[in-house]
């Protein structure tokens, strides 16, 4: 099984639906990321928690939640689809002090908002 | 996250080295330096990481400039496989997030 496993690997939406984008990981890390990236782009943050009971807000939340059931989970809303959303979504997680380990990441979740 | 600096793109034939730069002239004492590889339709890989030394692992090697100022990714024999868009990254201290530049997009040519 994978360390970061993200659900569903792909999905197609309409317009003005609430979608969740669903990730969880077996390495027992209590830090988690969701980015999303664009076409040719690299990646960028749209929130992020170290811990349970700690969300953050990264560059661009503007139309997104989440929400962070278990240290294992870590869950992305966007409560009203629109089509500049359409994008590949990665959900990651790292140690506390990352700086001396990697992050992993999932493989990612491409969505179409139509 | 200070900033890094790194080639749009390089190529590399097959089963030959490829040295990756990447500049960070405004790193800090307690900057790690990070390097992250995508290949295509999959997320970030982890790859290495330093501080002052140069490193080696199995996947590559970083060199690191004395003044630690630039930095190489260091692959010893390009496969087809390496084929991917390399990021540079600086990790400021233990509450900072893991930012994307653009990275390098390396092709590796048969």
């Known amino acids: 099984d994978a360390d970061v496993t993200q659900t569903p690997r792909n999905r197609i939406t309409k317009t003005g639906k609430r979608i969740m984008l669903e990730c969880s990981q077996t390495k027992g890390h209590d830090r988690m990321y969701w980015y999303r990236q664009d076409p040719g782009l690299g990646l960028r943050l749209i929130y992020y928690?170290?811990?349970?009971?700690?969300?953050n807000k990264g560059e661009i939340s503007d139309g997104y939640s989440v929400s962070r059931q278990a240290q294992a989970k870590f869950s992305l809303s966007l409560e009203s689809a629109i089509p500049n959303q359409t994008a590949l979504y990665f959900c990651?997680?790292?140690?506390?002090?990352?700086?001396?380990?990697?992050?992993?990441f999932g493989q990612g979740t491409r969505l179409t908002v139509v | 996250d200070a900033k890094t600096t790194q080639p749009n793109s390089m190529e590399s034939n097959e089963e030959e080295p490829v040295h990756l730069p990447c500049n960070h002239s405004?790193?800090?004492?307690?900057?790690?330096i990070h390097w992250y590889r995508q290949l295509p339709s999959q997320g970030p890989e982890y790859v290495i990481h330093?501080?002052?030394s140069n490193v080696n692992n199995r996947m590559a090697s970083l060199a690191i400039a004395e003044d630690r100022k630039s930095s190489t990714l260091i692959l010893h024999r390009a496969t087809l496989r390496d084929a991917a868009v390399y990021y540079c990254?600086?990790?400021?201290?233990?509450?900072?997030?893991?930012?994307f530049g653009g990275g390098t997009r390396l092709m590796v040519k048969p």
């Open positions: 330093g501080l002052t």
């Open positions: 928690s170290f811990d349970v009971k700690d969300i």
């Open positions: 405004t790193i800090s004492g307690t900057d790690y």
């Open positions: 990651a997680t790292s140690e506390t002090d990352s700086r001396r380990k990697g992050a992993f």
């Open positions: 990254i600086l990790r400021r201290n233990a509450g900072n997030m893991l930012t």
